[in-house]
Structures are given as C-alpha cells and as structure tokens.
C-alpha cells in the first residue's frame, strides 16, 4: 500500500504499512519490465492501470496516501509513483511505442476528485502519453451535483480535448451508449461487463440481440468463459442469476 499506520508496522501483526523507498523502487520497475516484456512480445503499445482502487490510484488519493516524504503530501509528490511509472516506460520502449494511462476520475474511497484527476490528466500529456482512458464506470455519471454539471468525459473533453485522444468507458451496452459516449466527447469507447458477456458485441452493437445483465451460466459458458471465470463473477452483484 502507499501509506499505513507506521512504516516500522510488521506485516506481521495484522496491520497494513506504508511501503519503503526501495520497495517503491522495485514496484516502479515491476511496471517498466512488463512494458519491456510487450514491447519484444511484438505489441504497438500498453496500458498503464491506474485505476480502480488498486496500487497506483492508492498513491493518487489523499485517504489512502497520508505520507510525508516525497511520494505524499502534495499533489505533485501523490502523482510521482504514476509519473515516474510513465517516465521510465518511456525511456526503455521505442519512441512510436503507445502509451495509455487509465485512471478513475472519481474514487472516494481514495480520495480522488476530479479535479485533481483533471490536474493529473495535464500532467500526463506534458509527460507524453498517447490516450488517457477515463474508467467512468457510468459515463451518465455527472462530475459535480447541480443542473449546470456536465457529464465526466464531457468535463474531460472541455477542459483537454483535442490534445490527446480521450477513451471512456462505464456501462457501454448498446447504440444509445455509442452516441452518448461520443456526444460527450470521447475519441473512442471501450466495453468490459458488455464484452466479457458478448465477445462479438462489436458485430452485434448496432442489433437488438444485446441482451444485459442477468446471465445464466450457460449463457455465460456458450460465449466461452471458464468455469473459474464464471464463478468470479457470480460475485458481481446481478451479473449472474442465482
């Protein structure tokens, strides 16, 4: 984790800790050789997930980074992990090599808001990326409260659009969902729920054969999941019927 009660806290004792200089180091170049990894694999590019409550949206959150030294505190020092992931790709890929950064605009349990997500995105294209994906969850999903607020890819598109490409995803199911993603400003769209249910669901998008949530399993199974992978998400709440 990026921050905890003590860095002196054992694991032992049941407690999460803040992660050492050199563990920080380490998990930076765990990211890099990945990168290296798809880059002699043959891939044009990567994305970097920085979303979802995982390691490094725990970095750029105020609740879950309480740090002091210098990967907390500011602002500037809660986006280094992200920054410096994205710095030390750059240097070990080929220059034409895509780079994308996923991040979650909004995550409160974090304490990310969009307007330091905004700030981040400023960063990111300063630093070089190629897309920012934003994982909206929900692209309805209005970045503040009130009648004037505008959607958060909307948000995104006014303030950086046309600098960088913008994909958003978030409950992507149909045609509707289309326009709407690219009324809103998105450059291009991306499916997960939708596609791990219907791994055509580009063919089928523009039909009326894109049927939601509930799914049997056999339904589930028919589009080729696994077992395993069924049983994951029968953990998602009204995925799968019961």
């Known amino acids: 984790m990026s921050s905890s009660v003590n860095e002196t806290e054992q694991s032992s004792t049941g407690y999460s800790r803040s992660m050492g200089e050199q563990e920080i180091e380490e998990a930076i170049q765990w990211f890099v050789n990945a990168a290296q990894r798809c880059s002699s694999a043959g891939f044009d590019g990567i994305e970097i997930h920085g979303a979802h409550g995982y390691l490094i949206s725990q970095f750029l959150g105020t609740k879950t980074n309480r740090r002091e030294d210098g990967w907390g505190g500011s602002k500037k020092a809660?986006?280094?992990?992200?920054?410096?992931?994205?710095?030390?790709?750059?240097?070990?890929?080929?220059?034409?090599?895509?780079?994308?950064?996923?991040?979650?605009?909004?995550?409160?349990?974090?304490?990310?808001t969009i307007e330091d997500s905004l700030d981040l995105s400023r960063y990111l294209?300063?630093?070089?990326?190629?897309?920012?994906?934003?994982?909206?969850?929900?692209?309805?999903?209005?970045?503040?409260?009130?009648?004037?607020?505008?959607?958060?890819?909307?948000?995104?598109?006014?303030?950086?659009?046309?600098?960088?490409?913008?994909?958003?995803?978030?409950?992507?199911?149909?045609?509707?969902?289309?326009?709407?993603?690219?009324?809103?400003?998105?450059?291009?769209?991306?499916?997960?729920?939708?596609?791990?249910?219907?791994?055509?669901?580009?063919?089928?998008?523009?039909?009326?054969?894109?049927?939601?949530?509930?799914?049997?399993?056999?339904?589930?199974?028919?589009?080729?999941?696994?077992?395993?992978?069924i049983d994951y998400m029968c953990r998602w709440d009204g995925f799968v019927e019961d």
């Open 78 to 112: 809660r986006f280094r992990f992200l920054i410096e992931i994205l710095r030390r790709i750059k240097k070990t890929v080929p220059p034409n090599f895509i780079i994308a950064v996923r991040i979650s605009p909004i995550y409160p349990s974090c304490g990310i």
């Open 125 to 229: 294209i300063d630093e070089g990326i190629d897309i920012l994906h934003l994982s909206c969850w929900d692209i309805t999903k209005k970045a503040h409260d009130g009648p004037d607020a505008l959607p958060i890819t909307a948000e995104f598109s006014r303030k950086i659009g046309g600098e960088i490409p913008i994909l958003t995803t978030g409950g992507i199911w149909d045609e509707d969902d289309v326009s709407e993603a690219f009324f809103q400003g998105a450059d291009m769209l991306g499916v997960g729920r939708a596609g791990i249910a219907h791994p055509d669901w580009p063919s089928r998008v523009h039909t009326d054969d894109n049927t939601r949530p509930p799914f049997t399993r056999k339904q589930l199974s028919e589009a080729d999941l696994s077992p395993v992978f």
